[in-house]
C-alpha cells in the first residue's frame, strides 16, 4: 500500500493481527517513545494492542495498527481525538504521544514486516464488556456519550479519514455477500443474508437525505470507559479505540452504539430506547436518520456476525475474535427480533414524531360476516373489567367463558377489543413482560357463520392455520376457519372463504391485518412494542361494522402523574421515578394497567392479599344495610371487640376503636398521660410511630424526618436502637441495650422526670425486621412500671401474625403490654385500628373528656376486622407465614453467603429484611445499591422498597398468603440482579 493512500477493505479483505511480542513490543515502547515498564497484551480484532506502565506509575497503550492502515489514517485519528479533548471536556479520550523523534506515529519492521505504532494515553476506568445487564440510565449515558462525540466531530475533517472500511455500513451489504460463507452454523448464512438484503433495500431510499460527517465508528460497549457510581453502576465518561474513525453517516455512530447494547443480559430491541433519546438530546437527529437507525443495526449486526467468523476462519489464533462470535450472534438475532418498520415506530413514538404512514388497507366492498344477527357485544377483559374480579383472570378459559355468556344474554357475535392490554394475558412470577396487547381481535360466535372475502385478492396460507387474503395494499388474516378456498387460488369480494365452527364450544374467528407482506405477525405485542406493531397491525375492528373501538384510558401512565403533581401533594411522594399505574390486586400480587403483574414483597396492609372476595362480599352487604358512627347501638361493633379482647392476654380487657395506626399510637400517649397525670414518654430511636403532633414528636427515625431528633419537644426522652447488627452492642453483649435503657428510665425518675410511657415496636420494625435482644422489654417495662407509667406496645406491623410463630410481636419478649396499639392488617387496606387496653387505664381517659373517631367501629370498619380474623383463622396465614417465612430465610440466607453485597438477613415469619453494605468489616451501608436494585427488581416484575434509617434495607412484608413458589421467585430474582447487574 501506498503510505499517503487511505485502506479499502474490498482490496484487502484479511485483516489478520500483527504479530509482536511481549517483548519485542516492550522493546519498541523503550526504544521510539521513551517508556519502560511492565507490558501485557490486550485483545483486539485487527490491531495489536498493549498495556504499558512507565516508571512513575503513568500507564499507556501502545498500539500497533494492522499493516493495511496507512500513516494518513493513523494521523487522522489523532488529530480527531485532539480536536475533541479541545472542545468536549466531558468526554475523556487517549490523545497520541509524541515518540522520541517527534512524532506520534512510528515506522517499525517486526520479522520483515513493515508496522506502524503509536503511544496512547491509557484511560482509567473499565469497559462495559461482558454481557452483565445494563440499567435505562446506563444505556442512555452510553446513547448520550456518543451524541457527544458525534457533535464534536461535526465539524471536523481529515484526508485519512476518506477510507473504506469493513464497519461503515454504507458498504454493509457488499461486507455481508463478500464474507457470509465463512459463517459456521446450518442456515446462519442465508439468515444474515436475507436480513441485510431487506436492510440495505430500505436505507437506500434514504441514502441521499442522510448526514455525512467523520464518526468514530465504534462507540460501544467495549469502547467507553467508565467508573463506578454511587449506586455501583457504571458512568461512561471516556471513549477508546479511534481505529475506525471514517467519513461516513452520522447516524451510523448511533446504530454501532446500539447494537452493542444487545447482547447484555435481559437486553432486547426495545432496551436501546433510552440511547436514541437521550443521543437524540444531545444531537438532534432528521426524520430520515429515524427512520434508518434499526436498520442500520440490522446492517451493523450482520457485519459483525460476518466478519467475526471471517477473522476466525484466517486468524484462529486471535482469541479476541474467536471469544465474540457467540455475542455477535446474539446480537443478530436480537437485531431482527422486531421487524425493521416495528422499530422504526417504536423510535418514532419514544422521541414524539408521527408515526410513518403504513400501507392504506383496501376499502372492504363485502360483509365479511354478512349473516350475523343481533347485537355485537363488546367484552372488557382489561385490568380494571369487573368481570374479571375475584380472580377470575387467572382462570385460563375466562376469554371464552365471558364470551359465551354474552352469547347467552342475546348478543349475535362477542367481539374483544383491538389495541386493549389484556389481564387475561398476564403472567404471575415472570421476569419477562407478558405479551398483553390485543393486535387482533376474536370474533364469538354462538353457531357455524359464514365468512366472505371483504375485498378482492389472493389466498395464502398462514401461521397456524390461518388463512391470508393478500391483497395490494395488507394482509387479512382469518383464524378458527375451515376454508372454502385453497392457497394461490384468487378470491372476489364477497366470495364465501369458508365457516367458522368450534369443536368444542362457541366457534370463534381470529381476525387481523397487517402491512407486513410476508412476514410473520404476532396477535398480542409487548406495550413497550405496542406503538410499533399498531403501526403495521391496523385496527380490524372496521371490517366488522358494529365492533368498538377501545376508548379507556387505563393504559394512560404519564399524564395521569402529572396530573397527580398538580392535584395531590407532592409531599405525599409516591414509589418509584417512574411508577407504573396500579388498578388491581390479586392475593399477593399487583397488576398494572398494561397486564403486567408484580408480586408485592411490601405490602403489609394487605394482610389477607389483595382483592379478597370474602372481605369485598361481606363489605358489599354491610354497605348495603347500614353504615353510620360507633355512637348507634349495633352488634359488629361489640363483637369486633370481644374478639379483640380474647385474642390478647389478660387484662388487656378493653377496646378502642380508631382509623389508622397514628391515631392508634396518639390515643396511647393520650391514655398514658391521663393514666400518669404528666407527659414525659420514652422512645427508641430510629423508630416512625405516625404522623399527628403527639406521634411525630415520639418518630426518631431520620429517614422519615432528617431532622427528627433535633426537634423533640422536651418530654421526649430516647433511648438508643438495639440493634444487634450494626449497633454499638453485638453478640453476647446485645444485653446491654435493654439494661441500659433500663437504667435511663431510672435516671430519669431520679431526675423527676418520669415517664408516663415507654413506646416501641416490639419488633424492630423500621430496621428491617430485626428481633430485640431477648429480655429487652421485660427489663424495660419493669422500670417504666416502678416510675408509675404504662407500656405501650406498637404493633401497628408486626401484629396479627405476621410473624409466624407469634400472633403479637410482644409474645417473642415473654412480656405483657399494658396498651397495645393495632392497625395495618386489622383492615386489610380498609383505615381501621385499635387500642387495647385494661379497663382502669381505659376509664382513667374519662379526665380527658369523652373519645369518638367517626370511621373507628362504623359498622363497615367492624365488619372489616371481624371478616379479618375469621379468615386469617380459616386460612391459617399466620402458619402459612411461620412456614413460608422460614423458607424464604432460609434461601435469603444461602444467597448472602455468596453475594457480599447482603451482609444480614434479619427477621422472621413474613417479616424479614435484607440489609445490603459495601463491606462486611465496616458494614458501611449500601443505600444508593439498594435504590437501584429495588428499582432493577421492578423491572423484572418485583415490588420491594428500601428500609431504616441508612435505607440499605429490602423490607420485606408481603401478604401473609404469600406461596412458597413466589418466595422462591422473589430469591432467585434477587439473586439474578445481584449477579447479573442492577
Known sequence: MNADSTSNFFDHPALPAPRISTEQARDV???????????RSLGSQQDANFLVSAEDGTRYVLKVSNPAFARPELLAQDAAVAHIASGETSVRVPQARRGTDGHTVQRIVIDGQELRVRLLDYLDGHPLTGGAYLSPDVVAALGATAGRISLALRDFSHPGAERVLQWDVRHALPVVEQLAEHVRGAGRADQVR???RRAHRIVSGYADRLPMQVIHGDITDDNVVCRPGPDGRARPEGVIDFGDLMRSWAVGDLAVTCSSLLHHYGASPASTVPAVRAFHRVRPLAEAEVDVVWPLVVLRAAVLVVSGHHSASIDAGNDYAVGNLDHEWTIFEQAVSVPMEVMTAVLRRALGLPLPRAAACPEPQSALLPLVGGPTAALDLSVTSEQLDGGRWTDPDAERAIAEAALRDGAGAAVTRYGERRLTRSRRDSVSVPPTVALAVEVHLSGPTPVHAPWSGEIDAGRDGALVVRSDGAELLLGGLLPAVSAGEPVMAGQLLGEVAGADGAPVLRVQLSTLRGLPVPAFTTPELAAGWEAVCPDPTTLLGTAPALTDDTGEVEGLLRRRSEAFATVQEHYYREPPRIERGWRHHLLDT??????????????????HPRLAAAVARQLHRLNTNSRFHYGAVVELSERLAAALPAPLDTVFLVNSGTEANDL????????????????????YHGWSDATDAISTSVADNPDALGTRPGWVHTVPAPNSYRGAYRGADTARYGQEAAASIRDLTAQGLPPAAFIAEPYYGNAGGMALPDGYLAGVYEAVREAGGLCVADEVQVGFGRLGEYFWGFEQQGVVPDVVTVAKAMGNGHPLGAVITRRDIAEHYRSEGYFFSSAGGSPVSSVVGLTVMDILRDEKLQENARTVGAHLRSRLLELADRHPLIGAVHGTGLYVGVELVRDHQ??????????????????????????????????IKPPLCLTRESADFFVDTLDSVLREGW
Open 668 to 687: 396511647a400517649l393520650r391514655l398514658a398521660w391521663a393514666w400518669a397525670g404528666r407527659r414525659e414518654v420514652v422512645a427508641v430511636r430510629e423508630a
Open 29 to 39: 515502547a523503550r526504544d521510539l517513545f521513551g517508556v519502560d515498564g511492565p507490558i
Open 194 to 196: 436475507a436480513a441485510a
Open 594 to 611: 398494561d397486564g403486567r403483574a408484580y408480586l408485592d414483597m411490601i405490602n403489609n396492609v394487605a394482610v389477607l392479599g389483595h382483592g
Open 922 to 955: 465496616e458494614r458501611t451501608p449500601a443505600p444508593e445499591e439498594t435504590a437501584a436494585i429495588c428499582e432493577r427488581m421492578r423491572e423484572l416484575g418485583v415490588i420491594v422498597q428500601p428500609t431504616s434509617d441508612r435505607m440499605c434495607v429490602l423490607k
